[in-house]
Structures are given as C-alpha cells and as structure tokens.
C-alpha cells in the first residue's frame, strides 16, 4: 500500500459522503436472434424507436445488434434497475425474437447478410452507416457482432480540489482532474487482467465465427471451439480486438499525449486502406483511408470520456473540457445474468476503479506497457490454467498470489464505500471475487464450460438456453403501465426527432463528412 494511497484513504475517510456521489451508467450490446437462435433480418423494431436519436435503446454495428444504455445515477442498484426496465420494454416489443444472452455471436449467416446499422437519410445518420461500412472493410462485419457490457464510472467532481490541495498541485482543477483519471487508465492497464479471471464469460464459441481462419483454438463439439481455461476469447485477438490496431496502444502520460495518439491515428493514412479507397462503384465504403476512421475506432479496454455536445467529436469534448468519466470496455456479458451484469459485480468494479484511481500511478514505460498488454492476453486465454503465472516488474508471480494481494488492497476501498453508504455490499462483492481466486471452478467462464459439459450441448444450444430463460423472466414480469408508457413516449418522440433532422439537415453528404474530418485536424491541444 502507498503511501499516497494511505492518505487519500484518510481524506476519503474524513469526507465519505464524496463517495456516494460517483457515478455510473452501463451499456449493454445483444444481438437480436430468431427462435432458432439465427440472426434476426428483420429491421430495427420501430417501436423500440429510433437508433439514431432514442438515448436509451439504440443498435451498435449490425442492424440486429441491439444497444440498451443507462443514465448515469450515484446509485448501482438504481443503473441496473433501469437497465433491467429497458429489458423488459423490449421485450413487449420483440415478438418472438430473443436477445442473445452472451458476448459471442449466435449462428452467423454469411458476411455480407449480416446487416449494417441504418440511421436513416440524414447526414449523420448516413456517416453513421458509412463509418460501419468501413468497419466491415477493416475488421469484417463477423467481428463486429461480438457483443459488450460497457460500464462508465466517475468520482464525484469536487473529490479533485480537495486531493490537489491536499498534494500541493499547481495545475488547475480541471488539469488535475483529467491526469487523475490518465493516471486511473495507466493503473487499470496494470491490474484489468484481474477483470477478465473475475468475470471473463467467453471461453467458447461457435466454429462458424472464424470463418475457416487459422486458430490454436480446440474442438469441443462439432459446432464449438474453446480453450480449457480461457477466461474472454472476446478480449483476445481472435475477439473484439485488431492487428491493424496494434501499433496504436495510445501513451497514457496525460491527456494530450492520449488525444495526440488519437489525432494522429485520425489523420495518418494506411497504406492497406487506401489501396481501397472511400469510394468503390461510385459509394462510399470508409470515411476515410486513414489507420481509424473517427476515434470511436479505436477498441480500447478503457476510454477516457466527456459527454459531447450536438455535433461535437470525442476529442474535441476531452481537449477543451477535460475528462469527465470513464468507460470500461473489456467486460463480457454473463449470460447467467438476465442483464448480463449484477450488482456483485457493480460494487467490485466501483471499488477496483476507485482503487485505480487512487493508487499511486507511475508512467508506463515501453518495458511496462508490453507486460500489461502480456498480462491480459494470457488471462483471456488461460487465466484459470492451474499455477500459471504473470509478469510482475519484470519478474514471475502466480496470478492467485498477485489476485489475492490486489483484492486485499481494494479492500480498503470497499471499507469506505461500505462506510459510506452502510452495510457491507462491497466488502461482501470482494470476498466473492476472492472466493473465485480460491476456486477458479466459481468464475463465469468455467461455469460456462461446465453448464455446456453438463447438457453435453454445443456453444449456440447453451447460449439459446440461457437466451429462452431470460426471455421468460422479463416476459413474465411486464412493466407497470405508467413505465411502459414512459418507453413507448420516448420512442415516439425519437422518431419525431429523426424526421426533424432528415427534414432540416440540408447539404452535400461529401461535404459534411469532409468538415467532420476537418474538424479535429485543426485542434491544437
Ligand atoms: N459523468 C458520468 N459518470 C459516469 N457515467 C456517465 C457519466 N456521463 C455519462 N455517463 C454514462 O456513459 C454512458 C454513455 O453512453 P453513450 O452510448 O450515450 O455515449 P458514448 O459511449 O460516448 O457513445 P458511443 O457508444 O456511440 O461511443 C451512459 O451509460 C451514461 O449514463
Ligand atoms: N461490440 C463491442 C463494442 C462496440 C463499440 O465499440 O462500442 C464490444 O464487444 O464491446
Ligand atoms: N460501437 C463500435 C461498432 S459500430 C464502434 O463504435 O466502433
């Protein structure tokens, strides 16, 4: 324990309603399937509203995948309430279509039947879609169907006055702000291999997902490739992630050394991408020829956020506002859990986060940088092989004994917490995390393989198993009518608001793309 983390636990200590003040929202991805747990081909349900403008239900890459989000409250239970209610509004709304219940996608058809995102025909609508077509050029749309919990966490905004007087920092309030959440992302770069041993759900997959791509994957079944004690195949680089993007692990030193990365990595062509071009037959098929499109590109484990204005780009909202949030990207969806997610899990990733935040944070050298990224690339592919082992400083360390050492020192965070808001929530999600370090038997991914083991059934049978039992929790339990009505406004008035732009927005398409791509080349941090 530092003695930097020593004080600011005393500072916390001395302010703790500070610390029923963070924030979190989540969003959950899931793919629409028919009841043979086929990707849906029917359009986005109109009565779940639009997918451009309704802020609560909106669709990721495919047209089929489905994006609910959250508002951001001070209170976890309350997030995951709102998050179970949208469950349960679209599923009055689904006919006899499901939601698939984990990360990795259901029975693909081929490629080029997986449909893109429509946003309707104003100009950013259209870019939405043209950004997704690029997707499918760069990573193929398969990939792109692969399905995340991301869970945004923020520390109350006047917790960082308090810490910077306290250390004598000379910088402003928001400076001070932006590098303590830099300096959170070097720390969760660190420890999130942690992350996926804990709460990893995707050891297994279906074969067709490779598409005949070589694999060192094992045969399970027939229909079903895994690895014995693979904790997130999402996260690994057969998953959510991309060689193309290697290179581009942005420096986290501080925020305009991220931003810089992220500019750069917006306005430097590649070379495989230009060979294709923007335009074949006439059509857009990627914004532009450059290593990322836009910075949403890039499929980072954490992000560091600021909600932007109409219009507005990522970048350009963190290099004049400073950081605000952060968004966690690398969680798999439990496909145990209705909503892919509990509150278990919400008290651990609010003390784990506070702990990132907290701990003292050096900069990460290139030595440091390759061993956290070696670290999380062996957890999800063999985070529960018995005694294996990470790289710790440059030096060998079982993964329990790190695990255990770390879960320790969060646990001064949970104390607070729970002193904080009462009860032991967070101290009792701890020993939970704990007690699958004991026994890696308890993680998500090893109950997976086991439940597969035990109806001796393949990846997709599982998955649609797991995808029917939810579907009778949320369809057995309507939601109240002033709630369903609240939806079913909100929808409406999406729709309301997509007629409005396509009606208003006026302008050549080539133009606007080209001043959205201008528009944070001139940024100077
Ligand atoms: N200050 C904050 N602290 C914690 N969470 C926040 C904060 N502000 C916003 N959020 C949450 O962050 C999430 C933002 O999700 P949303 O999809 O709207 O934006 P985005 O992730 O930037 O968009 P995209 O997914 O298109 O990149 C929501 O769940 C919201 O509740
Ligand atoms: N579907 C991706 C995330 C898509 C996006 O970049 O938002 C995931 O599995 O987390
Ligand atoms: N959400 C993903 C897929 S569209 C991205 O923004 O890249």
């Known amino acids: 324990m530092s003695d930097l983390l020593n004080r600011r636990l005393s500072l916390l200590g001395a302010n703790l309603p500070l610390l029923k003040q963070c924030l979190h929202g989540i969003e959950r991805e899931c793919l629409r399937v028919t009841d043979e747990g086929r990707l849906a081909q029917t359009p986005h349900p109109e009565a779940l509203g639009s997918a451009l403008t309704n802020e609560q239900i909106t669709t990721d890459y495919s047209e089929s995948l489905l994006e609910f989000i959250t508002p951001a409250l001070a209170d976890p ?32 058809p081929a490629e080029e039947d997986i449909p893109i995102a429509e946003y309707g025909t104003s100009n950013i609508g259209k870019l939405k879609h043209v950004y997704r077509k690029g997707l499918a050029l760069r990573y193929g749309r398969t990939m792109q169907c692969i399905a995340g919990i991301h869970y945004n966490f923020s520390l109350p905004e006047a917790l960082w006055p308090l810490l910077r007087e306290a250390e004598g920092g000379q910088e402003s309030d ?162 145990f859990l209705p909503v892919g997610i509990d509150l278990t899990e919400a008290r651990f990733l609010d003390a784990f986060l506070l702990f990132c935040a907290l701990e003292n944070s050096p900069q990460l050298d290139n030595g440091e940088c390759g061993q956290c990224t070696s670290n999380f690339l062996t957890v999800v592919k063999e985070g529960r092989r018995p005694g294996l082992e990470l790289r710790r400083d440059g030096q060998p360390i079982g993964l329990k004994a790190w695990a255990s050492e770390l879960i320790e020192r969060i646990g001064q965070l949970a104390e607070l917490l729970d002193r904080a808001n009462g009860g032991d929530e967070h101290a009792k999600a701890l020993r939970a995390q704990q007690a699958k370090v004991d026994d890696a038997s308890l993680t998500p991914s090893a109950q997976v393989l086991a439940r597969m083991t035990e109806h001796d059934e393949s990846f997709v049978k599982f998955a649609l198993r797991q995808s029917r039992l939810h579907a009778e929790t949320f369809r057995d339990q309507p939601l109240p009518v002033e709630r369903q009505q609240a939806f079913e406004t909100l929808a409406r008035e999406s729709l309301a608001e997509q007629a409005r732009l396509e009606q208003q927005e006026v302008g050549d398409f080539d133009l606007f793309v080209g001043a959205y791509q201008a528009s944070i080349l001139a940024i100077s941090n």
């Open 77 to 108: 239970a309350k997030v995951l309430e709102s998050l179970e209610q949208t469950h349960r509004f679209v599923y009055s709304k689904l006919g006899d279509e499901y939601l698939w219940s984990p990360s990795m996608p259901c029975t693909l």
């Open 174 to 335: 928001r400076d001070y702000q932006s590098s303590a959440y830099i300096a959170l992302i070097r720390n969760f770069r660190r420890y999130s291999w942690l992350l996926m041993y804990l709460f990893g759900a995707s050891p297994a997959l279906d074969k067709g997902f490779l598409r005949g791509r070589p694999h060192q994957l094992e045969e399970l079944d027939a229909e079903t490739l895994y690895l014995p004690y693979a904790t997130s195949l999402r996260m690994s680089d057969l998953g959510y992630q991309s060689n193309a993007q290697a290179g581009l692990t942005p420096c986290y030193n501080n925020l305009s050394s991220y931003t810089d990365s992220l500019r750069k990595a917006v306005g430097t062509p590649y070379p495989p991408y230009v060979e294709v071009g923007t335009h074949k037959d006439g059509e857009w098929v990627q914004l532009n020829t450059n290593i990322l499109q836009i910075e949403n590109e890039y499929y980072s484990n954490i992000r560091p956020k600021r909600v932007t204005y109409t219009g507005e780009r990522p970048i350009q909202a963190l290099t004049s506002r400073g950081v605000q949030y952060v968004e966690v990207r690398c969680l798999d969806i439990n496909p």
